[in-house]
């Protein structure tokens, strides 16, 4: 059975930093494109940042581009998103996201694009 666990979540001052993580069971992560998305309160789940299964390129929307950065530990089996430069708007429940079919950069951002979620962690970003 596919599983994907979210952690890492907590919370942080702004100006902080988490590293989330999202560890797969059931199937390998490295054949998978990763995303990441949050979903904050009322608002539509929106993707942040993803990792191609195909030769590791990343891809990062606006907001995440030079705070956020993804990684992939094969040996682990997971996948990471590290983020610093933490802001109030921040605050979310953080989803990762899995599916093996190629899709182009900005699809891989989009919620749509992925078969498999984890369950989410909460990440609280206040002074």
């Known amino acids: 059975q596919l599983q994907l666990v979210d952690s890492g979540g907590g919370s942080v001052q702004p100006g902080g930093s988490l590293r989330l993580s999202c560890e797969a069971s059931g199937f390998s992560l490295g054949a998978y494109t990763i995303g990441w998305f949050r979903q904050a309160p009322g608002k539509e789940r929106e993707g942040d940042s993803c990792i191609s299964h195909s030769d590791n390129s990343t891809y990062y929307v606006d907001s995440a581009k030079g705070r956020f950065t993804i990684s992939r530990d094969t040996a682990k089996n997971t996948v990471y998103l590290k983020m610093n430069s933490m802001k109030h708007k921040t605050t979310a429940v953080y989803y990762c996201?899995?599916?093996?079919?190629?899709?182009?950069?900005?699809?891989?951002?989009?919620?749509?694009?992925?078969?498999?979620w984890g369950q989410g962690t909460q990440v609280t970003v206040s002074a």
């Open positions: 996201a899995a599916d093996s079919f190629p899709m182009a950069r900005v699809i891989c951002v989009m919620k749509l694009a992925y078969d498999y």
